[in-house]
């Protein structure tokens, strides 16, 4: 194909890119999973489009990766998800390398999965890896440090290290009722598991 049709395929790409998100939004609104199969169906199109022109290792085709590992994440298919994330993963360090910022939202991403799957432990490595790059590319005093501080937090409290999980919630709680004040619903939230961490620490004379 010539340049003008590239661009053309790859202009109905990013169409039906765009489709499979919104697709995949309406399923988790309504709980409906033909959405999900709609979003599916759009996402692999764009996918091949992509592909067929760009190449394998292409930002582009990085980015449907993601679309695609939110989409099985939403129909609970999580090694789907896990493996899509992973080949994002793999495309954005071969092209920008190890320490690019997108990288933090797939580690999210991924972390969130862990713990859908009960897997604590590694929901804890890639929350982790994504703290790390945070702290690197965007001030500490941000919501999105805050909110890995917070996710840190719940995953202590979910595997019963309630030392830790005061420590990182208290840090999200300083963060996002400074930027967003005490009254905001996730403030008031996570102010809330601090008082139930508290509170299994004072019975255990922790506290």
Known sequence: MDEQSDKIQ???ATTYNNLGTIYRKIGDY???TTAYTIALKYLWDALNIRKNILGENHPLVASVYNNLSNVYD???DYEKSLKYSQMDINIV???YGEDHPDLAISYGNIALTYKRMKN???AMIYNKLALQLKLKYYPEISTTV???YNNMGTLYYMMGDLSQAH???SKAYNIISQIMGEEHKLAKII???IADVEEELKSKNEL
């Open 74 to 76: 939403s129909k609970y």
């Open 120 to 122: 604590y432990e590694q």
């Open 191 to 193: 102010k809330g598991h």
């Open 93 to 95: 360090k071969e092209v």
């Open 30 to 32: 309504e709980k409906d």
């Open 167 to 169: 420590q990182y919630l």
């Open 146 to 148: 805050g909110g890995t």
């Open 10 to 12: 790859l202009d109905i």
